[in-house]
Every structure is written in C-alpha cells, then in structure tokens.
T-cell receptor, first 111, second 111 residues
Framework: EDQVTQSPEALRLQEGESSSLNCSYT??????LFWYRQDPGKGPEFLFT???AGEEKEKERLKATLTKKESFLHITAPKPEDSATYLC????????????FGTGTRLQVFP | DTAVSQTPKYLVTQMGNDKSIKCEQN?????MYWYKQDSKKFLKIMFS???????INETVPNRFSPKSPDKAHLNLHINSLELGDSAVYFC??????????FGPGTRLTVT
C-alpha cells in the first residue's frame, strides 16, 4: 500500500538555524513527489514537484531533494515567515489520479 | 484573481441537516478534487472529476455526493450530517497529472 511518513511532527528553530524536514515514501512506481506549505486557516500552497532520484529544486530559502526512498526539504537560514506546516505528497503509477499525503511537519521559527 | 475559490468559508449546522459546498476554478484545469482534512491535519482525497466525469470515489459514505456542472465547478452536497463530518474540506484542481492547486477550505462544524 502506498504510504508517506513525515518527520519530525514538529520542529522549532531559531531564526537563521538551518535544518531539514524528511518525507519517507513507499509507492508502487513514483510518478511525482510534491511539497506543499500550509498556513493556519488556509489551503496548501504548492512549492515543488520532484520526479526522479537525484533531482533538486530550489525556491528562496527552500531546497527539495529526492532519493529512491525519501525526500528532504532543506531550509537555509529560516525566517519567522517560514513558519507553517509543510506537507509532502506522492503520486503512484498504480493510481495517477490521486495524491497521498503525509501528516506534515509543523515548523515554527522564532526571532 | 483567486485561482480556486470555495464558498462558504465557514459552515455551522446541526446533525441531520443537508448542506452544500461550492468550488470554482479559473485556471482552465481539467481535473478537480475534494479533500477532507481532519483535526490532526491529515489530508485525504474523497473524489476527483475529470471533465465532468467521476474518476475517483474513495470509501466515502454515500451521504456525500459531488456534482460537476462543468469543468470549472465542482460542488459537494452532504446529506444527513453527522458529528464525524466536522472537518475542513478543500477543493483542488490540476491539469492532467501535474501539481494540484488548493482552495482556501471550508470549515464544517456539525453540532
């Protein structure tokens, strides 16, 4: 069964303290791994799509990487405005019509 | 311009009532989705429509009925509401199997 596990559940960082969020997945044929950011009371906001192992994508202080079993979202020198819940989702070749989400990592960045 | 919009944003109702949530997207996408996010923030797909045709129907009680009058709209009607239906419901859209874009959510509270 396709599954996505994110860790840690919650992460508290000091402003400027770099760290990484993990997304481990088990899927029958990966057809895309997606990272989303969700602010309280809002819908998930699309960040990145990764399709194959070794691929990397960057946006401002965020960098997403992908291996055959997991993805990392690296946050470099975070700012308080990076505080949000970060969601990872996968699409499998078995069923390309839906995304399977992890439970997210709630990130808090303190000044 | 809002890409994916939902109405209402908040819905408070009593058990046994029937309610509807509306969704519209102006991105020109051909696929639309309904997701349910529970109190633990887990996001799970309920339905998807591609060009007005039902593609995904997860194990959702048949009290939930989606309707797509055209490819820009996907509504969700819920009959005989129960306490366990309380959650945040998100509409999303995508072009084929690419990234999905989410609406702001509808917080449903059943009392």
């Amino acid at each position: 069964e396709d599954q996505v596990t994110q860790s840690p559940e919650a992460l508290r960082l000091q402003e400027g303290e770099s760290s990484s969020l993990n997304c481990s997945y088990t899927v029958s044929g990966l057809r895309g791994l997606f990272w989303y950011r969700q602010d309280p009371g809002k819908g998930p906001e699309f960040l990145f799509t990764l399709y194959s192992a070794g691929e990397e994508k960057e946006k401002e202080r965020l960098k997403a990487t992908l291996t055959k079993k997991e993805s990392f979202l690296h946050i470099t020198a975070p700012k308080p405005e990076d505080s949000a819940t970060y969601l990872c989702a996968v699409r499998s070749s078995y069923n390309t019509d839906k995304l399977i989400f992890g439970t997210g990592t709630r990130l808090q960045v303190f000044p | 311009d809002t890409a994916v919009s939902q109405t209402p944003k908040y819905l408070v109702t009593q058990m046994g009532n029937d309610k509807s949530i509306k969704c519209e997207q102006n991105l020109g996408h051909d696929t639309m989705y309904w997701y349910k996010q529970d109190s633990k923030k887990f996001l799970k797909i309920m339905f998807s429509y591609n060009n007005k045709e039902l593609i995904i129907n997860e194990t959702v009680p048949n009290r939930f009925s989606p309707k797509s009058p055209d490819k820009a709209h996907l509504n969700l009607h819920i009959n005989s509401l129960e306490l366990g239906d309380s959650a945040v419901y998100f509409c999303a859209s995508s072009q084929e199997v690419y990234e999905q874009y989410f609406g702001p959510g509808t917080r449903l509270t059943v009392t």
